[in-house]
């Protein structure tokens, strides 16, 4: 596609639920990254995917969390048994290279913005 | 530890200059990117210095210096569209993306 989807824009869920994020890449980009960013902050890094591959899932804040890539395109972000710290707006962003290429500008989705009550 | 420190807020008038400066510590360095966000809307890429010295696309230069740790985001004849947070980031070592809180900045007419 033109740019990055994500989906949904805005979620809410009780605590102790699990959700779904989707993030739809560009078209043909390599790599994959989730972020979440609180208010007023800046991108936290979760995970990194090269195609299929999760190389990196070092930011992820607990077992809760999950993502996944199976086919190298679209990514789904799991957390489990959501709990009110796990507020936050969540960005996809996609690049062309591997995240070790040089100047590797991400192109970022709208973010989801999950509330927990 | 990693740190990358940038001002909370800063305020200008449209039409004036405005720098933003961005300091970091990183272990390693593979680049230096600023990224423009308005509220609510994705972060978008607007520079990336990797070698010392100024970078300039249009109304917005950025420079380095790799020794001091220091960056600066410039940006010319501000229009009231400029109403964003910036945001610094540093690839480490690992070309790991480290990033800065933002700095808000507004801009009065």
């Known amino acids: 596609g033109a740019g990055v989807s994500q989906s949904p824009r805005y979620k809410v869920a009780k605590r102790g639920q699990d959700v779904a994020l989707r993030c739809d890449p560009i078209?043909?980009?390599?790599?994959l990254f989730w972020y979440q960013q609180a208010l007023g902050q800046g991108p936290e890094f979760l995970t990194y995917?090269?195609?299929?591959?999760?190389?990196?899932k070092s930011g992820l804040p607990s077992d809760r969390f999950f993502a996944e890539r199976p086919e190298g395109s679209v990514s789904t972000l799991k957390i489990q048994r959501t709990q009110q710290e796990d507020s936050a707006v969540y960005l996809c962003?996609?690049?062309?290279?591997?995240?070790?290429?040089?100047?590797?500008?991400?192109?970022f989705g709208a973010g989801s913005r999950l509330t927990v009550l | 530890g990693q740190n990358i420190d940038q001002p909370t807020e800063m305020t200008a008038t449209e039409g004036a200059i405005v720098q933003i400066n961005c300091t970091y510590q990183?272990?390693?360095?593979?680049?230096l990117f600023w990224y423009q966000q308005h509220a609510g809307e994705a972060p978008t890429f607007l520079s990336y210095?990797?070698l010392d010295g100024l970078e300039e696309k249009g109304r917005f230069s950025s420079f380095l210096s790799r020794s001091k740790g220091y960056s600066y985001l410039l940006l010319k004849e501000l229009q009231m569209k400029d109403s964003a947070s910036y945001l610094c980031?540093?690839?480490?070592?690992?070309?790991?993306?480290?990033w800065g809180a933002g700095t808000k900045l507004i801009i009065k007419p």
């Open positions: 990183t272990s390693g360095f593979n680049g």
């Open positions: 210095n990797v």
């Open positions: 995917f090269q195609n299929e591959a999760q190389l990196d």
């Open positions: 962003a996609s690049s062309l290279g591997d995240r070790g290429s040089g100047a590797n500008v991400l192109t």
């Open positions: 078209s043909g980009h390599v790599s």
């Open positions: 980031a540093v690839s480490d070592s690992n070309y790991q993306l480290i």
